[in-house]
C-alpha cells in the first residue's frame, strides 16, 4: 500500500510502498479516506529538535483522520466492518492509576499514532478498537477527518462553563478558531480572537467571532473597550503557545477568571504570577481529548448544528502531499486535508 513515510533522518517525507498492517488482538483494520495535516506532522517533515528525539525513522505519519472499517480481530464487539469511524489518536497503557481510574486522557506512558507508532497517512491503518470513534450520526467527510483536533477544541473550550461569559482566545490557527466557534455555540455573550495573521482573522470572522482582533496593530485592552466589557474576560483559551499573548491574557482577564492552556511554548518563559495569585486566576493545561467524552460532546456540537466547514481550506490528493504540506506551512490557509482515495 501507499504510505507517507519519514524514511530518513533528515528533512523531508517519503510516498512509499509498504506492507500493509497486520491486524493484532483487539484491532480494527481501516481504509482511510482523509486525514488531515497537523503542526506535529509540520515538525516532522522539516525535522526539528523536537522531531529528532521523538520520531524513530521509518515511520508511517499521520494521527488525524477518517476511514472505514474492513476487517476487526475476533471478539471485538461494537466496531463491525463497514463502520465510519475516526480515532483517538493517544493510545494509552491502560495499567496506570490513572487508567485504571477510567481516566485515561491522563494516562502517564501515552503513545502517539503516526509519532511512536506506525498512523494513518496510508491507504490502510490499524488500531485498537478501544481508540476508534464510530460516527453514528451521518457527518461530513473532511469534518470527521479532523476531528482529532477538533476535539482539542472543544477540550479546552469547555473545560469551564462559558454560559453567557465573555471568552478570550489567543491565536486563531484551525483549532483556536474551532475553539471559539464552539464556546459561541455553547453560549458565551462576547468571543473575541487573536492573531498577527489578517487571512487567518478573516476566517474567524467568518466562523462568527464578536471581534478578530489583529494583536500588531491593536491591544487587548482596546478590543475589550470596543466590546464594552468593563472588568475583563471570564474565560480564556490559549491557543498560540506564545508567551506574549498569555502575558496579554492574564492581564486582560476578570478577577477568579479562568484560562485553559492548549497552545504549546517552544520553551520556558516568565509570566506575571503576583497577578495569578491576587487575581485568583485558574490555569489549566489542557493535553488530547477526553476519552470518550470529548468525542461524544464533538458529534452531538456537530448534530446540534456547528458548522466547522470554514476552517477547511484545501483538499489534496494524497499524490500532492509536498504542495499540502507547503500550504499548510505557509500558514495561510485553515486546515489542509489530504485524500486517500483519488
Ligand atoms: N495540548 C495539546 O494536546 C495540543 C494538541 C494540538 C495542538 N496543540 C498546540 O495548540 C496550538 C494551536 O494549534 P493550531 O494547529 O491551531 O496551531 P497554529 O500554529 O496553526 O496556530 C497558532 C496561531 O497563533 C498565531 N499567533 C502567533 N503569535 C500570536 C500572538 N502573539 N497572539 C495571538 N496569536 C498569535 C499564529 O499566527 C497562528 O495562526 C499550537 O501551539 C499547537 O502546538 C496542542
Ligand atoms: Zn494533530
Ligand atoms: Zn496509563
Known amino acids: 500500500m501507499k504510505a507517507l513515510v519519514k524514511a530518513k533522518e533528515e528533512a523531508g517525507l517519503w510516498l512509499m510502498d509498504v506492507p500493509e498492517p497486520e491486524l493484532g488482538p483487539g484491532e480494527v483494520l481501516i481504509k482511510v479516506l482523509r486525514t488531515g495535516i497537523c503542526g506535529t506532522d509540520l515538525h516532522i517533515r522539516t525535522y526539528d529538535a523536537w522531531a529528532r528525539q521523538a520520531v524513530r525513522t521509518p515511520r508511517v505519519l499521520g494521527h488525524e483522520f477518517v476511514g472505514e472499517v474492513v476487517e476487526v480481530a475476533p471478539g471485538v464487539q461494537d466496531v463491525a466492518a463497514g463502520d465510519l469511524v475516526s480515532g483517538e489518536g493517544h493510545l494509552v497503557c491502560g495499567k496506570c492509576r490513572n487508567c485504571l481510574a477510567g481516566r485515561r486522557h491522563l494516562c502517564r506512558s501515552t503513545i502517539g499514532l503516526g509519532i511512536g507508532r506506525d498512523g494513518a497517512f496510508a491507504e490502510y491503518l490499524t488500531l485498537p478498537a478501544s481508540n476508534v470513534w464510530v460516527h453514528r450520526v451521518p457527518v461530513d467527510l473532511d469534518v470527521a477527518a479532523i476531528f482529532d483536533p477538533f476535539g482539542n477544541a472543544v477540550h479546552t473550550a469547555l473545560s469551564f462553563p462559558v454560559v453567557g461569559e465573555d471568552v478570550l482566545v489567543t491565536g486563531a490557527g484551525p483549532i483556536g478558531i474551532m475553539a471559539a466557534a464552539v464556546a459561541r455555540h455553547a453560549g458565551a455573550r462576547h468571543v473575541m480572537i487573536t492573531d498577527v495573521s489578517p487571512y487567518r482573522l478573516g476566517l474567524a470572522e467568518r466562523m462568527g467571532v464578536s471581534l478578530a482582533l489583529d494583536v500588531r496593530t491593536a491591544t487587548i ?77 464533538m458529534s452531538v456540537l456537530l448534530e446540534g448544528g456547528l458548522n466547522l466547514r470554514p476552517v477547511i481550506t484545501g483538499r489534496y490528493s494524497y499524490r500532492d502531499f509536498d504542495a499540502a504540506f507547503d500550504e499548510a506551512a505557509g500558514g495561510r490557509c485553515g486546515k489542509i486535508i489530504l485524500d486517500w482515495t483519488a
Open 221 to 297: 485592552e482596546e478590543g475589550k473597550r470596543r466590546l464594552g466589557l468593563r472588568e475583563g474576560f471570564d474565560v480564556g483559551l490559549e491557543m498560540s503557545g506564545r508567551p506574549e499573548a498569555l502575558r496579554d491574557m492574564i492581564a486582560n482577564m476578570t478577577h477568579g477568571g479562568r484560562i485553559a492552556m492548549l497552545g504549546l511554548p517552544a520553551e520556558e518563559f516568565p509570566i506575571d504570577f503576583a497577578r495569578v495569585v491576587t487575581s485568583m486566576i485558574t490555569l489549566k493545561g489542557i493535553y488530547g481529548r477526553e476519552m470518550f467524552e470529548t468525542w461524544y460532546s
